[in-house]
């Protein structure tokens, strides 16, 4: 086994070696009509930015706009339209955070605005959430009789409207640095500047002094409350403790919901609490047995660094999300395939863990697994990229494969290189290599029983053999769509070209959320191009 792993590394070693000889002087592609090899790059680089920026302005523009309309919907406290727009804004983070990991723009000011769109997508949760909760407390207050669950509906309000206010800190407090990120890109920022002075309008009236009930003077405390630690991290153990009549039963709450109970022994209690999932902020306890209540306790939940692992075996992934040393339960990860072209979302099950087969096309593949943080007191977390074949040969057979290939198209290449139309990859040289009418014979494309994300893979590649079988465009399927419309501009396919170009490169490259009715328009397209009029 040791031997054939030498032979396959020296072999690779060889054929890096013959590629290297020709560093100085490139043979397999130059830019037509371009001396300088760097002016080459210079307009690679010009193209990946265009393409960058038609993503991700589009988006940016959307997710300031969004969070106004959520904050408005809540304002006419149309709360199954803010539910709608709330999700509707989620959606747009998850491509954001997608987005930001396809074009490796970690680290970056765009990075930032994404970090700063998570914040502000929790902020707008708890505001619909919690609106709304706060309504139904109002109704059962002034309909309860028991004085007991009076005092449990004062402290749920108190408690709702701490969260309140704390959301809307968190959207005003990085404002600034939000609406000079978007304006630096030319973004409207006008709607998202007015929804922070909504927001903060729409807590201060939930928040001040109510005078909608009847109003109840609660007594003092009948039961003692502690929390410790007074900080803690996902993972930790938050220890409710204190003094009760003996023999009586004590439930805890968090935020206004249950987290626990506990029988008083002789008159003291203690209720453990792990921190899973939640926001990271100040939250309230207080505790409840019968009639009798304690007062409320605060206490902070600080953010944890998250660690996210990925394997593949063929079609087959896995990986972990952990923090603190204990893994994340419950948690979304989107798996990432070939720089965002394909994505996945998978759940982790108990100790972090997650597998799943993903149904990978034949070849070459890399994968990587994202964690955007949500629902979690964590910072979102992003795997190692990895690469995976599926089918082909095996790790020796293809060192050997590049090698002759190598030696052959170096001397090939030599000979030809004048006489040779330039083409972006040797692949693409060797498909164009094949005269048309060898090829397999057309058969209609169908994307009956596929997803939305494949059906649209499927037209694309249709549309480059279309491209390439009617109108002899060679290499089709290594270009992009903009290409190949490009090179269809003088034929009768030019206009449809152009249009499946815009929708594809909207759907797919921008991450925007789509549905059928987009995917039969790129079919309607598609047809057009391979059977068009005239």
């Known amino acids: 086994m040791k031997g054939a792993q030498i032979i396959t590394a020296i072999l690779v070693l060889l054929c890096v070696g013959l590629l290297a000889m020709q560093a100085e002087e490139p043979l397999l592609w130059t830019a037509e009509g371009t001396e300088n090899p760097a002016e080459a790059d210079l307009s690679a680089a010009e193209k990946i930015n265009a393409k960058s920026a038609g993503s991700l302005l589009p988006l940016m523009q959307d997710l300031l706009g969004q969070g106004s309309t959520v904050v408005l919907s809540v304002q006419v406290k149309d709360f199954e339209s803010a539910q709608k727009d709330l999700k509707k804004y989620s959606e747009m983070t998850r491509s954001m955070d997608s987005l930001v990991v396809k074009l490796d723009l970690t680290g970056t000011d765009i990075d930032e605005f994404r970090k700063k769109s998570r914040e502000n997508m929790e902020s707008l949760t708890t505001l619909v959430n919690g609106t709304e909760r706060l309504e139904e407390v109002r109704v059962e207050y002034q309909d309860e009789k028991d004085p007991g669950k009076v005092y449990s509906l004062v402290y749920e309000g108190e408690a709702l409207k701490k969260e309140l206010q704390g959301a809307a800190t968190t959207y005003e407090k990085d404002a600034n640095r939000t609406v000079a990120i978007g304006e630096k890109y030319e973004a409207d920022t006008t709607a998202y500047k007015e929804s922070i002075g909504a927001f903060r309008a729409i807590v201060g009236e939930e928040t001040k002094a109510d005078s909608r ?25 938050v220890t409710l403790r204190g003094t009760a009549p003996a023999g009586k039963t004590v439930e805890a709450f968090v935020d206004s919901r249950p987290v626990g109970t506990a029988t008083s022994q002789a008159g003291n209690y203690a209720i453990d609490y792990r921190i899973e999932k939640g926001r990271a902020s100040p939250h309230l306890a207080y505790v409840q047995a019968g009639k009798a209540v304690s007062g409320l306790v605060e206490f902070t939940v600080l953010t944890s660094p998250a660690d ?9 992934v896995s990986g972990t999300l952990t923090a603190n040393g204990r893994g994340v339960e419950g948690a979304e990860i989107i798996l990432l395939v070939d720089d965002g072209a394909l994505t996945a979302a998978l759940t982790t099950g108990k100790g972090g863990d997650y597998e799943e087969e993903i149904g990978l096309p034949e070849g070459r593949h890399t994968l990587q697994a994202v964690f955007s943080g949500e629902g979690f007191p964590l910072d979102p977390a992003e795997s190692p990229e990895i690469v995976v074949e599926v089918g082909g040969f095996p790790a020796g057979a293809v060192a050997i494969i590049l090698l002759l290939g190598g030696a052959g198209g170096y001397v090939y290449l030599r000979h030809r290189r004048k006489k040779e139309e330039a083409l972006p ?8 290599s094949i005269p048309l009418e060898e090829k397999e014979e057309e058969t209609p494309l169908t994307i009956a029983g596929l997803t939305l994300e494949e059906a649209a893979g499927a037209l694309w590649q249709g549309l480059a053999d279309a491209a390439e079988r009617h109108y002899g465009v060679r290499g089709a399927r290594t270009r992009t769509p903009r290409e190949i419309a490009a090179a269809l501009a003088g034929t009768p396919a030019r206009e449809p070209a152009a249009a499946f170009a815009k929708l594809y490169e909207a759907v797919r490259y921008a991450g925007f959320p789509y549905g059928e009715e987009e995917v039969e328009r790129l079919e309607a397209i598609y047809h057009a191009v391979r059977e068009p009029e005239g």
């Open 213 to 237: 009930g009847p109003g109840i003077a609660l007594p003092p405390p009948a039961l003692t409350l502690a929390v410790e630690p007074m900080e803690a991290r996902f993972g930790d153990l």
């Open 308 to 316: 996210l692992t990925l394997a593949a075996n063929k079609s087959v």
């Open 425 to 432: 990859v040797l692949a693409a040289r060797l498909e164009a």
